[in-house]
């Protein structure tokens, strides 16, 4: 049986995190510079430990205003720091609650920014030890995880829209983020049955209206295909 793992951007005061919980085998936790505070944390880390939910770390710039979707130009030196604080803080509350941090994934802006931005995507690699690296295939992220050392978790969109290259649409434009549940799941086992480049995890998006929803259709569609689940 092939293997996949369901993750979702939980702890951003946004969606439903206990009944996404109940879903997903990842939890992408905000770590309060986009989103979250060490309450939210803590109650995400608590429920995902009673249910084996594997937590991550989902880092950003710092910049809640604008939900961390805004690039930022910040100097490594100052982001290498702040992702470390991320990690940080939430490793501290994982393991009070009994779990560790088992990944990191940049959130928002960052995400794409490290796609293509080495400073930027050294900066996210220093600050964030030796977890394995969730991220977009092709990018400099992975790349540099990779050659570092790093395990590297290739993650797909099946609730986006993705560009020829690999990229995903900007969501400024039309279409960029699929609503329909049936489509969702079924982009779901399409990704997740792709060789090229294999697909580690499958991401559906907390704060998109239907989430909950979509976790369910997609995690339904995925078994019927005969994947297994399992968390990162």
């Known amino acids: 049986m092939?293997?996949?793992d369901l993750n979702a951007d939980l702890g951003e005061e946004v969606t439903d995190d206990a009944a996404l919980l109940a879903v997903v085998t990842s939890a992408n936790?905000?770590?309060g510079y986009h989103a979250g505070t060490?309450?939210?944390?803590?109650?995400?880390?608590?429920?995902?430990?009673?249910?084996?939910v594997s937590i991550g770390a989902q880092v950003s710039y710092a910049?809640?205003?604008?939900?961390?979707?805004v690039e930022l130009d910040v100097a490594a030196a100052v982001l290498r720091e702040q992702v470390a604080d991320q990690v940080g803080t939430l490793s501290d509350i994982a393991v009070s609650c009994g779990v560790t941090v088992r990944y990191v994934k940049p959130h928002g802006a960052l995400y794409h920014r490290v796609v293509?931005?080495?400073?930027?995507?050294?900066?996210?690699?220093?600050?964030?030890?030796?977890?394995?690296?969730l991220g977009l295939p092709g990018g400099l992220l992975l790349a540099l995880a990779a050659g570092a050392g790093?395990?590297?978790?290739?993650e797909g969109f099946p609730d986006r829209a993705y560009l020829e290259d690999g990229r995903l649409v900007p969501r400024t434009e039309p279409g960029a983020v699929l609503t329909d549940a049936a489509t969702i799941a079924a982009r779901a086992v399409e990704l997740a049955s792709q060789e090229t480049p294999e697909l580690h995890s499958l991401c559906v998006h907390g704060d998109t209206p239907g989430a909950v929803a979509h976790a369910h259709a997609v995690r339904r569609s995925l078994e019927a295909a005969g994947f297994g689940l399992r968390g990162l």
Not at 63 to 69: M, P, W
Not at 150 to 154: F, N, S
Request: with cysteine; glycine share 10%; net charge negative.
């Open 38 to 52: 060490p309450a939210i944390m803590r109650a995400v880390c608590e429920e995902a430990a009673g249910l084996g």
């Open 2 to 4: 092939r293997l996949v």
């Open 116 to 133: 293509h931005d080495e400073e930027q995507a050294a900066a996210v690699l220093e600050g964030s030890g030796e977890l394995p690296v």
């Open 150 to 154: 790093r395990a590297v978790l290739h």
């Open 63 to 69: 910049d809640r205003e604008n939900f961390g979707r």
């Open 29 to 31: 936790v905000a770590c």
